[in-house]
C-alpha cells in the first residue's frame, strides 16, 4: 500500500525528532554520562519510534477503504504490521 506524502509527512517529523533525539542519546553515552539519564532518554527514543510505527499504520487503516483493498485482506495486512510494532 502506498501513502501519498500528505498524509506521512507529520509521521516523517516525528521519526526525524527521534532520529535527532537518538543522537543526542549517543552523545550522552560518549560524554560518560549517568547510565539512568541515558536509560530514560533511550526509553523516550523507543516511545517516539513506536508512536511513529503505529502513526503510520492508523494512517493506512484510514487509507484502506479508499483504495479498493478488500476489507479482510487490508485487516490482515495491517493487523500483522502493528503486531511487528509490538
Known amino acids: 500500500m502506498q501513502l501519498d506524502n500528505d498524509e506521512i509527512t507529520p509521521v516523517i ?5 527521534a532520529q535527532g533525539h537518538l543522537g543526542k542519546v549517543i552523545a550522552m553515552m560518549e560524554s560518560g554520562a549517568d547510565c539512568e539519564d541515558v536509560i530514560t532518554q533511550l526509553a523516550a527514543v523507543n516511545k517516539a519510534i513506536s508512536r511513529g510505527g503505529y502513526a503510520l499504520v492508523a ?3 484510514e487509507h484502506c477503504p479508499a483504495t479498493g483493498v478488500p476489507p479482510a485482506e487490508g485487516k490482515e495486512k495491517l493487523e500483522k504490521l502493528f503486531l511487528a510494532l509490538a
Request: cysteine-free; overall charge positive; hydrophobic content about 25%.
Open 59 to 61: 494512517t493506512g487503516l
Open 13 to 17: 517529523r516525528r521519526l526525524k525528532r
